[in-house]
């Protein structure tokens, strides 16, 4: 996670200084540029990690994460270097010049000297944001904090939470806190250069940054040659068959890498270009989402037609089928759905209008609940979004009522929930397998 930050904050201050300067002494350049960097801050952070991985062609890992890391970055650099340089006073210019400075000697001793605090004050702001974006890095298979607070969310791991959670707290604070104390030195330095409290700050910031810089470049040392990445989907099931192929691989004497929390594209691509190994695949996913199929031929032959698919259209391999299905079902409390007569998709219809819905983060995107919402012309008065361990916890506590829970999750029993039958087969089977890539 540090190397991860000062890696995308470095670049973040290489680019979008220069790119101030510019702005500032063009005014054709300012607008377009704050417009533009602007706009990229109005994006949701996860869409701006989805976009970069297409655009590099499904590569996961340290570049994507760094790329949309540096874009975000790059807004208050670049506002606080337009402005620190704009507010430069006048006469101050205007005297520069009569002594005869060039327009180059002005900036590089006079403005951009007197801009610094403004500029430092950007990249501080610059520096907080960024580390808290990075645990999202998790996200498209970077190694961060987030990797604790993602599984410990699926887990139900308030532990794992709380370590990722206040371990980015703690490095934002330390970070802010070095980025200050340049500041202060640079503010300071003509005035009480000499004296003794002067010297010991400085000290403490070049020990900090000493300190830091050990520490990131400690992580990109070389690690042993990694023989297989196993890759993951963002909940409970994924992690646990990851851990099972892992160990089965260490146990074999392979070196191994996990990268999980990743979505159903993400993990897809990755694979399809050999950035990923293997993974646990549902056959319905690549059915509905991949082959953009919505018939239901039966579990045996969708299996037979998904195998195929994968390996024509991107050279993977159904390494293994797992003997289960993981399906999408409709589930209600059970005490609400026998109180309310319900026990299909077909009894929801009278009342589907009047219930709330709640979905995982990609349910109501997905083609499963087009074909569900046609089939059945069922939909419903609020469909909410949610991160699958909150979405359980919301329709136990009667905050929703309805979700898209999936059959073989625990909390389905912990939490006595009733999973409404399909009658139509609308939603496709399941079946889980071992995708595994080309190479």
């Not at 970070?175 to 200050?180: A, F, R």
Request: glycine share 8%.
């Amino acid at each position: 996670h540090p190397t991860l930050t000062l890696i995308a904050l470095i670049l973040g201050i290489l680019i979008s200084i220069p790119l101030g300067i510019w702005a500032a002494q063009s005014s054709l350049v300012k607008r377009p540029l704050l417009t533009t960097v602007s706009i990229i801050q109005t994006f949701p952070s996860v869409a701006i990690l989805a976009l970069v991985v297409a655009m590099l062609g499904g590569r996961i890992g340290l570049l994507p994460a760094i790329i949309a890391l540096v874009l975000y970055s790059m807004l208050p650099i670049v506002r606080n270097t337009v402005t620190g340089l704009e507010t430069v006073a006048d006469d101050v210019v205007e005297a520069a010049r009569g002594i005869g400075m060039s327009s180059r000697q002005i900036l590089t001793h006079i403005r951009i000297p007197l801009a610094l605090p403004v500029i430092i004050a950007g990249i501080r702001t610059a520096a907080v944001w960024t580390v808290g974006l990075a645990t999202l890095s998790t996200l498209v298979g970077a190694t961060s904090f987030g990797n604790y607070i993602f599984t410990g969310l699926q887990t139900r791991n308030l532990v794992a939470v709380t370590v990722g959670s206040v371990a980015a707290a703690l490095m934002a604070v330390v970070l802010d806190n070095i980025i200050g104390g340049i500041q202060w030195l640079v503010e300071n330095r003509t005035e009480i250069a000499d004296t003794a409290r002067y010297k010991r700050n400085r000290t403490a910031v070049v020990s900090a940054l000493a300190v830091t810089g050990i520490f990131s470049a400690y992580s990109l040392l070389p690690e042993p040659e990694v023989d297989y990445v196993v890759g993951g989907k963002g909940y409970t099931e994924q992690y646990i068959i990851a851990g099972v192929v892992e160990a089965a691989l260490q146990d074999a004497g392979f070196n191994t890498e996990q990268r999980l929390g990743m979505g159903t594209e993400v993990v897809f691509q990755a694979t399809a270009n050999n950035t990923v190994d293997v993974y646990l695949e549902y056959s319905g996913t690549v059915w509905a989402n991949r082959m953009s199929r919505e018939d239901n031929p039966g579990r045996e032959a969708v299996m037979l037609s998904v195998s195929q698919f994968i390996s024509d259209e991107y050279g993977m391999q159904n390494l293994a089928r797992l003997g289960f299905q993981n399906l999408y079902a409709l589930a209600m409390r059970r005490d609400r759905a026998e109180a309310m007569g319900i026990s299909s998709i077909n009894d929801l219809l009278p009342v589907a209008e009047d219930l709330i819905a709640a979905g995982d983060l990609e349910f109501f995107g997905r083609p499963e609940w087009v074909r569900l919402r046609e089939a059945y012309g069922i939909d419903f008065d609020e469909k909410l979004t949610f991160d699958t361990s909150l979405m359980y916890t919301a329709v136990a506590e009667g905050q929703v009522d309805v979700i898209s829970a999936y059959t073989t999750d625990g909390r389905v029993a912990e939490f006595d929930l009733l999973l409404l039958e399909d009658p139509l087969n609308a939603l496709p089977p399941y079946d889980g397998f071992l995708a595994v890539s080309a190479e």
